[in-house]
């Protein structure tokens, strides 16, 4: 969220304006809707599945488009280069919040962002074990936000945290590879499963913006959503249940981590604006990790045998 900040507040001050997808990791959602707006920042949220929507919103003081793709926690995508060629245009800044991908799956400035921004809490550090933010950006970006604005608010890594993601980046590419292989058998048989109603996971055919997730990305990443019969109960039950995976918010762990958005990580977003944004309230989140995918998926069996 440091270098969240640091982004927005290097390119917008009072008066100005964002357009955003609407759906967003619950802090990001929180900063647009709570605390930028305090400090004179208005923002648009607007449907990110069709890139329109962006244009429509933008205003004459639209400073900074803003983008996660896919989208925490409902995995939708954004078309990338459809939205890039209207900031182009525009001439407004594209940011790309490229957490869930990584640079091993997706690469947003070769597609035409600006800038762009990663939880290295999550994939890069890749162990659960450092709190830590990246932005990636043209030199001139870098060192206004670094001079102007992270400087002055301090959102700064400590050197221990920085020598763990130099660690963990040793090893990015074949965790997120093996990440996406363990997902897509988890996904496949979560689709399968009787007590699973809906399962969304971009290399799945059934996900509705699977063409798009072959065309922007190399690999599908390793989070997957789903709903089970029962609803929020049953969830419950299962996230209260499962041995292997852990219940936790945070993803990109090596460990496979489970978690309830409604209640935990997307908590900041009102009952409506969680419907809106189609995060369903039974919505359970797994971010898979690097066990055998067998173990995993036995975990998750013995937990649905409960409800
Ligand atoms: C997509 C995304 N962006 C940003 C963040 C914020 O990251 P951090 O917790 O490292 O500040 C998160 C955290 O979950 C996230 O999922």
Same mark, same amino acid.
């Given at each position: 969220?440091?270098?969240?900040? +640091?982004?927005?507040? $290097?390119?917008?001050?009072?008066?100005?304006?964002? %357009?955003?997808?609407?759906?967003? /990791?619950?802090?990001?959602?929180?900063l647009f809707t709570h605390t930028l707006p305090r400090l004179g920042i208005a923002v648009a949220e607007v449907d990110a599945t069709d890139p329109a929507n962006f244009e429509r919103a933008i205003?004459?003081?639209?400073?900074?488009? /803003? %983008?996660?793709?896919?989208?925490?926690?409902?995995?939708?995508? $954004?078309?990338?280069?459809?939205?890039?060629?209207?900031?182009?245009?525009?001439?407004?800044?594209?940011?790309?919040?490229?957490?869930?991908?990584?640079?091993?799956?997706?690469?947003p400035l070769e597609m035409g962002a600006d800038i762009v921004l990663h939880s290295a809490t999550k994939y890069i550090g890749g162990h659960g074990d450092a709190i830590a933010g990246i932005l990636v950006g043209s030199s001139e970006f870098i060192t206004r936000a670094r001079f102007e604005t992270l400087r002055d608010i301090g959102g700064c890594i400590s050197p221990f945290n920085a020598w763990l993601l130099i660690r963990g980046l040793k090893t990015l590419a074949v965790r997120v590879r093996q990440h996406g292989?363990?997902?897509?058998?988890?996904?496949?048989?979560?689709?399968?499963?009787?007590? %699973? +109603?809906?399962? %969304? /996971?971009?290399?799945?055919?059934?996900h509705p913006q699977h063409e798009l997730a072959k065309r922007q990305q190399t690999g599908f990443g390793g989070l997957i959503s789903f709903l089970i019969a029962g609803g929020r109960d049953a969830g419950r039950t299962v996230m209260n249940s499962v041995e292997l995976c852990t219940l936790a918010v945070s993803l990109g762990d090596v460990d496979t981590l489970i978690e309830h958005p409604a209640t935990m990580t997307h908590s900041t977003y009102s009952e409506e604006d969680l419907l809106k944004v189609g995060i369903d309230p039974a919505m359970v989140r797994l971010s898979v990790g690097l066990e055998d995918p067998e173990d995993i998926i036995a975990d998750l069996a013995q937990a649905f045998a409960r409800i």
């Open positions: 969220m440091a270098a969240c900040t +640091t982004a927005v507040l $290097t390119l917008c001050g009072s008066g100005d304006h964002i %357009v955003s997808g609407d759906t967003l /990791y619950g802090g990001t959602h929180q205003t004459p003081a639209t400073k900074l488009l /803003y %983008v996660e793709t896919p989208a925490n926690p409902t995995l939708v995508l $954004t078309d990338l280069p459809a939205v890039a060629a209207i900031a182009r245009r525009r001439g407004i800044p594209l940011l790309v919040d490229n957490t869930f991908c990584t640079p091993v799956l997706q690469r292989e363990n997902a897509m058998v988890v996904a496949k048989w979560l689709e399968k499963h009787p007590k %699973v +109603t809906r399962v %969304v /996971y971009p290399g799945l055919p059934s």
